[in-house]
Structures are given as C-alpha cells and as structure tokens.
C-alpha cells in the first residue's frame, strides 16, 4: 500500500534573510511548510545581544514564540577564522560596522588576512538552531563545516561569506559548488539533519 508523504509540519523561521530561508527549505523538503517573517513588516527586529551562537537563536527563536503559535525555528550562524582568533563569529553579520554589507564583510575579512598563507587561512561556518515552541527553546541543533578562506573571492553563487569559503576536501568555493552541493554539506544542512530526526516531534 502507498503511503501519503507523512508530517507536514509548519515552522516558522524567526528571520528575514532571504538566503537562509531559501536554503531551511531547500534542506528540509516537502515534510515541512516554511514561512519566515518578511510576512510580517510590522514584527520589530530582533537584537542579537547574545555573545554566543546558542544565546542569539534562542533570542530570536524566543522573540518570534512569544508572538506566534506554533513551532519556531530561529538560526545563528557565522564564520570563524582561526588566524582571527575565531572572528567574526557571532559578529558575522556585523563584522564590517552596523551599515554592513555582505560586500564589505568579506573586503574586511580579506584585508585581515593579507599577511596569513596557505592552511593558517583554517575556518569553519558554525550555525545553532533553536526550536521553540509556547514561549519555550525546547532543543538546540547545531552544525560546522571546516575549510580555507581564499585570498580573493571566487564565484557568484550563495550570500555572505561564501565566495570566500572552500570546504576541507573541495577545490572550490560555497559560491562556485552551487546550492545542490552546499546544502549536502554545510554548517546549516548538519544542524538540520538533527532537527529532522528530533525524537520528539509527535509529542503533543
Ligand atoms: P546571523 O543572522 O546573525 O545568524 O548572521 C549570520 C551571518 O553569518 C550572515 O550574515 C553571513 O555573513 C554569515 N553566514 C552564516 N551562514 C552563512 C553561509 O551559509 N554562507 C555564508 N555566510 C554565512
């Protein structure tokens, strides 16, 4: 007997990042209904006064829980360089001052590693997810992907830091590997793996 695609659950994304949304939904697939706030204009930015990736999600997740029913998933996520002593880190967004572009991060980030070669160019994505529900953070989810910054960026793809990113065991970057690749391997596809299999999903 065929069995009808089972769960469609809804989530809402407690972001307006266009990019985030589009990879949450490409990554999760047809089990889950995603809506993020760009719905929603008159919801107030959320600020992200957490020093850590766990603090900021559950901020956003718990912002968005306090004023939606329903199931909430908020990611923090950024890029730590090594040689920058783990920089930007959650500061990613920011990096390059409160008008910051994704544009001028990644000037900034070249300028600072001008005098670092070769593999002391290491750095990984990190993101957290927080799930929420009922004005609760009922789970942290939370995934990383190693790799090298490159001296000048390649590719066209992606958003953020990804035309400068080349994952450990590819010659190419986030922007150049393309969506198909990125969303097997990256940062955000891990931690969504482990909110997929969340044992407590049919709880009440
Ligand atoms: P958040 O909104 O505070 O989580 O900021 C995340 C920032 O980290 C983004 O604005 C990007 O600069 C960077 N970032 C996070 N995930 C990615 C990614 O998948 N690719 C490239 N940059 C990313």
């Known amino acids: 007997m065929l069995h009808a695609d089972p769960i469609h659950r809804s989530l809402l994304v407690s972001t307006r990042n266009a990019h985030k949304v589009e990879e949450i939904r490409e990554i999760l697939g047809s089990r889950f209904l995603i809506s993020d706030l760009s719905g929603f204009p008159g919801f107030p930015e959320v600020e992200e006064t957490g020093s850590t990736f766990h603090e900021n999600a559950a901020i956003k997740a718990l912002a968005a829980s306090a004023r ?25 967004a920011r990096f390059s001052g409160e008008s910051a572009t994704d544009a001028s991060n990644r000037t900034l980030l070249l300028e600072k590693l001008l005098s670092v070669r070769g593999q ?8 957290v997810i927080a799930l929420a529900r009922d004005g609760k953070v009922l789970a942290n989810f939370s995934g990383s992907v190693e790799g090298v910054i490159i001296p000048q960026e390649k590719g066209a793809g992606g958003f953020g830091y990804d035309s400068l990113f080349v994952p450990e065991g590819y010659c190419e970057t986030f922007a150049q590997l ?14 969504l793996s482990e909110l997929k299999n969340w044992p407590h999903w049919d709880r009440p």
């Open 68 to 92: 939606f029913e329903g199931w909430v998933i908020a990611d923090d996520s950024g890029l730590e360089v090594d040689a920058l002593n783990g920089a930007p880190g959650v500061r990613s």
């Open 120 to 127: 002391a160019r290491s750095a990984r994505f990190r993101c």
């Open 178 to 191: 393309g969506a198909d690749i990125k969303n097997t391997l990256s940062h955000r596809a891990r931690a």
